[in-house]
């Protein structure tokens, strides 16, 4: 009879429950959508989504716990304090994506690697900038550039050396995505579009009550970034897309073109006819990581790479022998 009487009195909260659900359910249908915009990593992010109220500042909050964690521009972040070889603590993003690195960087036999940051900053593309580079620069770098020279124990980061920098922007802007989506999705949010430097998350639908619209850019050498030419346009839901090319950071030097993209093995900008690779992975951290990944590996080991890993999809713009712009892949379902 006890048992029979407390049911009788949990049945209005379940009603209550219910009502109250189904009104927030309603209410977030018909929610306006919201659009953010700023800087962050040192490029721009968009950030659009279906809620009753802006919420700018709870994102800005997210976006700036990523930069103190993993930004090698902040001097206060946790990545500037170890490869300044302090003693400090890992907090969960940086151990998140530490992880996801070297997971990657295995899955890829090194292509990508976090500590490639004293080559590119040689080159002239990191946070520090380089000067002349010789065979012998090179050479004296590479002795301590390798993800297998640095261990994450417990809350801490041992380097075998303690000149090995990490540098974590070709993972970092994905990652920020993924923090944000799930800042929205933790409100009850099913339609938005997260879209940090190119990298992207999009759930549900837009404004326009259908998928969401990402251009691919034509990779024009475009150092400006002013270029809209789009290759192609995919239509995206639910899925999380990165792209990498060589097309708008690079230099010319003595005639020769240096591009952004170091191969971590050879100490150089990669020289090959793959110009741009757009990934959708399961994250779009790791959709940022094997998009420059694949730009170290060049056309024919990425496609080999890509059907051996069937969970990833990839749309590859090279050039032929003539010059001409050719595409390989496709992204799923759009």
């Given at each position: 009879?006890?048992?029979?009487?407390?049911?009788?009195?949990?049945?209005?909260?379940?009603?209550?429950?219910?009502?109250?659900?189904?009104?927030?359910?309603?209410?977030?249908?018909?929610?306006?959508?919201?659009?953010?915009?700023?800087?962050?990593?040192?490029?721009?992010?968009?950030?659009?989504?279906?809620?009753?109220?802006?919420?700018?500042?709870?994102?800005?909050?997210?976006?700036?716990?990523?930069d103190a964690s993993l930004s090698p521009f902040n001097d206060a972040s946790i990545i500037s304090q170890v490869n300044n070889n302090m003693n400090v603590k890992a907090d969960r993003m940086f151990h998140d994506v530490f992880l996801m690195a070297m997971n990657v960087s295995k899955a890829t036999d090194g292509a990508f690697d976090i500590t490639v940051a004293p080559l590119v900053n040689a080159w002239g593309f990191g946070f520090r900038k380089g000067k002349n580079v010789t065979q012998a620069t090179i050479d004296s770098l590479k002795q301590f550039v390798g993800y297998d020279k640095v261990l994450l124990y417990g809350d801490r980061i041992t380097k075998q050396d303690p000149r090995t920098m990490l540098d974590c922007s070709a993972i970092a802007k994905g990652y920020g995505c993924d923090v944000v989506a799930r800042l929205l999705s933790s409100k009850g949010i099913d339609n938005y579009m997260v879209e940090i430097g190119g990298?992207?998350?999009?759930?549900?639908?837009?404004?326009?009550?259908?998928?969401?619209?990402?251009?691919?850019?034509?990779?024009?050498?475009?150092?400006?970034?002013?270029?809209?030419?789009?290759?192609?346009?995919?239509?995206?839901?639910?899925?999380?897309?990165a792209t990498s090319g060589n097309y708008r950071n690079f230099y010319y030097k003595d005639g020769r073109k240096y591009a952004h993209t170091i191969d971590p093995k050879t100490g150089y900008p990669v020289q090959h006819n793959l110009l741009s690779a757009t990934v959708i992975a399961p994250t779009c951290a790791e959709a940022d990581a094997y998009a420059t990944s694949f730009m170290v590996m060049g056309l024919e080991k990425t496609k080999a790479f890509l059907r051996r890993n069937p969970q990833l999809k990839a749309y590859l713009i090279y050039s032929d022998q003539q010059g001409n712009y050719k595409s390989f892949g496709c992204l799923g379902d759009e």
């Open positions: 009879m006890e048992k029979k009487k407390q049911l009788i009195w949990q049945i209005p909260f379940l009603i209550c429950l219910i009502v109250g659900t189904v009104i927030i359910i309603r209410s977030n249908r018909n929610a306006p959508y919201q659009h953010n915009q700023g800087f962050i990593f040192g490029t721009v992010y968009n950030i659009t989504y279906q809620y009753s109220r802006d919420l700018s500042s709870e994102i800005v909050d997210s976006l700036n716990s990523v990298e992207v998350v999009a759930k549900g639908i837009s404004d326009k009550q259908r998928p969401w619209r990402i251009g691919v850019a034509k990779p024009t050498d475009d150092t400006l970034n002013v270029s809209n030419d789009f290759q192609t346009v995919l239509e995206l839901k639910d899925k999380c897309l």
